[in-house]
């Protein structure tokens, strides 16, 4: 008899656990969790110094000064970079849509993350800051 309610305490525990197992993620967030890419990718508060700038000038600059300069963008500081984003011309060819010359020339698209910042920055008014 002992050994049928130590059996009986046993399985009422294994249940009472396993339904306290359950209910303790049901509030879990899967973008908290698992994030894409491990990161993600923050747009608020983009800043032109801290995430502009420096993929701007790793990824473009050198280009609009030689041979993309003919075609009137220049992108050596803020202002030509404001200058060459209000003439409609550059975002889309950062993203690479169609009838777009792709940028940078001859090599990868820019990174989504980037993609998201700039456009971020673009619509909080392209600040110098």
């Known amino acids: 008899m002992e050994h049928l309610k130590t059996k009986t ?20 967030n899967e973008e908290e969790l698992y994030p894409a890419n491990g990161d993600s990718c923050n747009t608020e508060n983009v ?5 502009v700038w420096p993929v701007i000038n790793n990824n473009c ?7 993309g300069a003919s075609a009137g963008i220049r992108m050596g500081n803020h202002a030509e970079l404001v200058q060459a984003l209000n003439a409609g011309r550059l975002v889309g060819a950062i993203k ?34």
């Open 9 to 28: 305490l046993l399985f009422i525990t294994a249940i009472l656990l396993s339904g306290f197992s359950l209910t303790g993620c049901y509030k879990d």
């Open 61 to 67: 600059v050198a280009c609009p000064r030689g041979a």
């Open 96 to 129: 690479h849509e169609s009838g777009f010359s792709a940028m940078p020339q001859g090599g990868a698209k820019l990174d989504d993350c980037f993609i998201q910042q700039i456009d971020a920055w673009i619509a909080d008014g392209m600040p110098d800051n």
């Open 47 to 51: 800043s032109f110094a801290d995430q």
